[in-house]
């Protein structure tokens, strides 16, 4: 799949006016992974649905596939997660996730980058109503390196790390979040040079899934 508009002409998915959630956009790879390039892309009021045997969470969801993503919008979506990716390669640049439903952006089992995003919490301008338990970033069973991104107003976890995970978490900023860091069942987060403002934890560690060994978190000097 691949989606390249520009910043005068972006590519737009969206809900027709007063009309209910379109639905699922989705890519699938099966024996070899799907490769999808999307820039300028933005995508709005989807839903999320089972097609072929396969349930998808996110009005936008990408399963086994190498995915380069830069300067586009995911936002306004009624499934469970704005974005939900697994079992793939990412790299996801300047772009924008908000007032989704529940989590901005799931990834499970995936490697790659996450640079330069913002993901924010909207709890009104829209007549979705909006689940406070909802994440910023959800990553499980992953290795991803966060970097120099910000993370604002969420009322539950900002970042939440799970399912052993190892994550890189640097020059990131955390700015009126409930939970900025979460780390959990197994994890390990290594946090360098990160600003953190206004939020009620800095950092939250705790075993959900009890077959899981204890989280930890490395800091920096500072």
């Not at 699938?28 to 390039?37: E, F, P, S």
């Not at 924008?96 to 909207?122: M, V």
């Not at 700015?175 to 780390?183: C, E, F, K, Q, S």
Request: hydrophobic residues 40%; contains cysteine.
């Amino acid at each position: 799949l691949t989606a390249i508009g520009t910043s005068a002409e972006p590519i737009e998915v969206s809900r027709l006016e007063d009309g209910a959630s379109f639905g699922v956009f989705a890519v699938l790879g099966r024996q070899k992974k799907a490769k999808v390039i999307l820039s300028n892309f933005f995508i709005s009021g989807g839903n999320e649905s089972a097609l072929n045997g396969v349930q998808f969470l996110g009005q936008l969801s990408i399963h086994n596939a190498i995915v380069d993503i830069n300067k586009s919008s995911i936002s306004y979506g009624s499934s469970d997660d704005g974005m939900n990716i697994r079992n793939s390669e990412v790299s996801i640049v300047n772009s924008l996730f908000e007032a989704n439903f529940a989590d901005q952006i799931d990834l499970d089992f995936c490697t790659g980058t996450l640079k330069d995003n913002t993901f924010r919490f909207i709890a009104e301008e829209s007549t979705l109503i909006k689940d406070p338990n909802g994440d910023g970033l959800d990553v499980s069973g992953s290795k991803v390196f966060i970097q120099e991104n910000t993370f604002e107003g969420f009322l539950d976890k900002a970042l939440s790390v799970g399912e052993n995970s190892i994550i890189l978490i640097r020059d990131n900023l955390f700015d009126r979040n409930l939970r900025a860091v979460t780390v959990k069942d197994g994890s390990r987060a290594f946090v360098l040079n990160n600003s953190f403002i206004n939020n009620r934890f800095d950092f939250s560690l705790y075993v959900k899934k009890k077959f899981y060994d204890d989280p930890r978190i490395f800091l920096d000097s500072d």
